[in-house]
């Protein structure tokens, strides 16, 4: 499968400030749901902001190696020349929002870009859509409720077609309930315009059953990188990232280490039920052992 | 074993373009509602449209030409709310403040002390000292007051709302750097 975004032995600090990232090898493939896991600190956000450009170009810093996007390096690219292929949500996505109403809010990147009055009156109307707000381009923002504006800047992301969306944490102020539906969306999108994700994620196990790799970021490293598979083993070896792993891949790992039996990756509580049951595992792991 | 750190490129922000502007704005407007609503006490009442803009140039390090601008619209939006005699020559005082706060921020970097705590108190004190000595020294041409006037009696009220503005820009730089300025690890991870 083609990458889409290639880290090459990059590093960066801040300006004045410790490395944050440190011999950066990452290759993300291409229409790929990929998650970024690791403890507070670790990097994500800022191997986030790589992908848009925002650093180190736009923050300023010490790097040294390359990031490509697209197969086009991202040195001396402008933020908003990368927008047109990789649009970004962050995880304060008030932060985001310029405008006075729905539909001005996802044509101002559009008429940015310098797209022409009727190709922005279409896409917006069809981004509006597709994030499940049709009809609301005359919506006060304050008229919205908070899951409903962060739906309205997915469709200003979406509006603009990129090839990559990167989001910070977009559910970490969620209820479960609206988790669940933004994931549903975000996969949504995925299937129907083979758009690359890039997902930074504490809560994973809203986003397990969508995701199909996985980066593990530890003190500026990639400690794991690749498909679910993979990750889930070689971060459930290591105890300090252990935690972070959602519940069921760390019952999961936790029985497989008590018990020697192979599971197959759950990623919904009825897989590893059903699975379980299959193994002869009613009754718990003593009445199997 | 770990790979040897290769050698790192430097480079300086481009957000630095306009930032400074929203700063600016942001903060005079602060200082304008501030100014606006705080009392005064035995005649002293902080100037803190100077404070803001003393914050401001102790975090942008703006050029002489900016930080005439920047004392040029300060000037302007105090012209508005002024009482005194003569409120056009908040514009002449404002323009002196910002540059003499401009020069010095400029010559503390230089010599070495960027990184002096006190920095922003003693830029804060000397642009309120050289704004207000400006402006009282323009009303007493205004109004025809004798000399002993102004370096007996207005002078020292100045040096004292220097103090007061020099004490308050010590204790607002950190918070509005902060705010401003979040780009270390803690923040961005």
């Not at chain 2, 804060?124 to 000399?147: D, H, N, R």
Request: hydrophobic content about 45%; glycine content about 8%.
């Amino acid at each position: 499968m083609a990458s889409v975004i290639n880290f090459k032995d990059f590093y960066y600090a801040y300006i004045n400030e410790k490395l944050v990232l440190r011999d950066i090898n990452l290759t993300v493939e291409k229409g790929s749901f990929t998650v970024v896991i690791g403890p507070s600190g670790a990097g994500k956000t800022t191997l986030c902001k790589a992908i848009t450009g925002i650093i180190p170009y736009y923050m300023g810093g010490s790097y040294a190696g390359d990031v490509e996007v697209l197969g086009e390096s991202t040195k001396g690219k402008r933020v908003s020349d990368l927008s047109l292929k990789v649009g970004l949500m962050l995880e304060d996505y008030e932060s985001q929002l310029v405008s006075l109403t729905a539909g001005e809010e996802v044509a101002f990147s559009l008429l940015n870009h310098g797209f022409p009055a009727e190709e922005v009156k279409e896409r917006t109307s069809k981004a509006l859509e597709d994030v499940g707000l049709p009809g609301r381009e005359d919506y006060q923002l304050d008229e919205l409720s908070g899951g409903q504006r962060q739906r309205l800047l997915l469709a200003s992301v979406l509006a603009v077609h990129p090839e990559i969306i990167v989001l910070d944490e977009p559910v970490s102020a969620m209820d479960p309930d609206g988790a669940e539906s933004l994931y549903k969306l975000l996969s949504k999108i995925h299937q129907e315009y083979g758009t690359t994700f890039v997902v930074v994620e504490h809560r994973v196990e809203f986003v397990l059953p969508y995701a199909t790799n996985f980066i593990a970021v530890k003190d500026g490293q990639i400690a794991a990188a690749g498909t679910c598979e993979v990750v889930a083993d070689q971060v459930y070896a290591d105890p300090e990232l252990r935690v972070l792993l959602p519940e069921l891949w760390q019952v999961r790992g936790e029985l497989a280490a008590k018990t020697g039996a192979h599971f197959s990756l759950w990623r919904k509580p009825a897989d590893a039920v059903d699975e379980l049951k299959a193994q002869g595992f009613e009754g718990g792991v003593q009445a199997h052992a | 074993m770990e790979k040897e750190k290769p050698q790192l490129i430097k480079i300086a922000p481009t957000q630095e373009g306009y930032r400074w502007v929203a700063i600016t704005a942001m903060l005079l407007a602060i200082g304008i509602i501030l100014h606006t609503v705080s009392p005064n006490v035995g005649g002293i009442t902080p100037n803190w449209t100077i404070a803001m803009y003393s914050i401001v140039i102790n975090l942008t390090r703006p050029t002489f030409k900016q930080a005439l601008g920047i004392g040029f619209i300060a000037g302007l939006t105090l012209v508005p709310s002024s009482k005194s005699a003569f409120p056009l020559g908040n514009i002449a005082s404002e323009l002196c403040g910002a540059t003499t706060c401009c020069l010095l921020v400029k010559a503390m970097c230089m010599s070495g002390l960027e990184n002096w705590k006190l920095r922003p108190l003693i830029t804060g004190f000397c642009a309120t000292f050289v704004s207000g000595g400006v402006f009282t020294l323009i009303l007493k041409f205004v109004l025809g007051l004798p000399i002993t006037v102004w370096y007996k009696a207005m002078l020292p009220l100045v040096a004292v709302i220097g103090v007061l503005n020099g004490v308050i820009t010590f204790l607002l730089f950190k918070p509005v750097r902060k705010l401003f300025f979040a780009q270390g690890q803690e923040e961005n991870e």
